[in-house]
């Protein structure tokens, strides 16, 4: 691999480690205000909001200049958010304009990896990247979940830097100015981060056919056969994926009497879990047989159910391990059909473009709709049920879908051998 790849990962691994780290440092702000309850799943929806309302123009930013350009300027984006919140902006807002500097980030670190390296570089590439996201998500949840620790977070108050008046007094602010730090270590690697020598002109400025274009994308693989399958199975888990984030938290506290700092880590069982299933899937199972995991998608839902009789951390732990296993055994594969279906239709920007809309918007519905169930004062271990059998029916659903596909497609196979 060549150094600016190696560049590449540290901006991506800090950079990603400070937004994981900054949404539990925000969950504990909103918890400092009094705020209801219903708002900490809102962080996740003002965060994605970006990625799915420019979802058809990011790409065009990203393809305007040298993608490290962009990379420090999406960084830059997040710093500035961090200093909002640190001010004393509300969470929420906050929050949103880090997300903003996120859904300009994500085409930029996967399309400079096409410039950079030869294609059969790619793969490895892509798998470093998501590996090291992984990671940077378990060990941001950590990180957050430390810094709001009440020990911890009272040493580092008093620590005093001599003849300097930092003026940080809250264990909030505290929080966000080490985040910040971290966006600042992530911002100047991305000052390293080569210059490709590939020609960014764009060939199309008008929103209007940006738009049109991005619409015909999104209904072509909508459209397709199997593309249609893995992108539901995505959509599903990065949905499943944000509201369960949030499902945990509160499920903690209720069940195992865990407060913030201690409930952030088992998100990062989870994540342990996610990385685990997708070693397996990436030795086990080929893309040909990649449809053959959806059966998992339903049992994980069902095994979520299983959360509402525990109460004991020694069972919930492995408990989450599994379930964080599941998906990640089933998403990998489905992941890698959907990237291979999109090369073949549009090609990777536009497959990429069209897979985070539909990511995020799930995850917008998703962590809205829990968002509302909580506003309603529902007990977690109904919220918890709903969510199981959501995630089991859909699944269900989506596995009926292709069946059903497969006897379209035997049909005409059929049908043209008979002809002949």
């Known amino acids: 691999m060549k150094r600016g790849f190696y560049t590449i990962l540290a901006a991506q691994f800090f950079s990603a480690l ?3 780290a900054l949404l539990i440092a925000a969950i504990g702000a909103l918890r400092d205000m009094h705020a209801p309850q219903a708002y900490e799943p809102l962080l996740k929806l003002f965060f994605t909001v970006s990625y799915v309302l420019l979802a058809a123009f990011v790409g065009a930013f990203a393809d305007s200049m040298p993608k490290g350009r962009v990379m420090l300027i999406s960084n830059g984006i997040k710093i500035f958010g961090c200093l909002t919140m640190f001010a004393g902006m509300h969470p929420l807002a906050a929050y949103a304009i880090v997300g903003l500097g996120a859904a300009a980030y994500s085409p930029a670190k996967y ?14 590439a892509n798998g470093w990247i998501e590996g090291l996201t992984v990671v940077a998500i378990i060990l941001g949840t950590v990180v957050g979940g430390l810094l709001v620790k009440p020990d911890i977070a009272h040493a580092l108050l008093s620590f005093d ?3 300097i008046d930092t003026g940080i007094d809250t264990i909030a602010q505290m929080s966000i100015g080490i985040i910040g730090g971290i966006y600042l270590v992530a ?3 991305n000052l390293y981060i080569p210059d490709t020598g590939v020609d960014h002109r764009i060939l199309k400025k008008n929103p209007v056919y940006l738009i049109h274009d991005f619409n015909h994308c999104l209904m072509l693989l909508w459209r397709d056969k199997l593309g249609q ?3 539901a199975v995505t959509t599903l888990f990065w949905g499943a994926g944000a509201t369960l984030q949030f499902i945990v938290l509160k499920w903690a506290e209720a069940a195992l009497r865990m407060d913030l700092s201690k409930a952030s880590m088992l998100q990062g069982v989870v994540a342990v879990g996610v990385a685990v299933g997708a070693g397996l899937a ?3 199972i080929s893309m040909r047989r990649s449809v053959k995991v959806i059966p998992l998608g339903i049992a994980m839902g069902l095994i979520v159910i299983g959360m509402n009789f525990i109460h004991d951390l020694w069972i919930a732990v492995p408990l989450l391990v599994i379930i964080g296993a599941l998906s990640g055994f089933f998403v990998v594969p489905m992941n890698a059909l959907l990237q291979h279906r999109g090369h073949i239709l549009m090609g990777a920007g536009h497959s990429i473009a069209v897979q985070n809309f539909n990511e995020n918007l799930s995850i917008l519905l ?7 169930l909580i506003r309603q004062d529902l007990p977690v271990y109904a919220v918890i049920t709903l969510f199981g059998l959501f995630v089991s029916g859909s699944m269900f659903f989506v596995k009926k879908r292709h069946e059903a ?3 379209e497609f035997d049909d005409v196979i059929l049908l043209d051998n008979t002809r002949q």
Do not use: C, W
Not at 111 to 124: A, D, M
């Open 366 to 372: 998703m962590t809205g709709l829990y968002a509302l």
């Open 18 to 20: 400070a937004d994981n």
């Open 161 to 163: 830097l001599p003849l």
């Open 187 to 189: 911002a100047i690697f």
């Open 111 to 124: 399309g400079i990896l096409t410039e950079l390296l030869p294609h059969r570089q790619l793969v490895v």
């Open 282 to 284: 990436a030795k086990m």
């Open 229 to 231: 399958i893995s992108l």
């Open 405 to 407: 596909n497969q006897r």
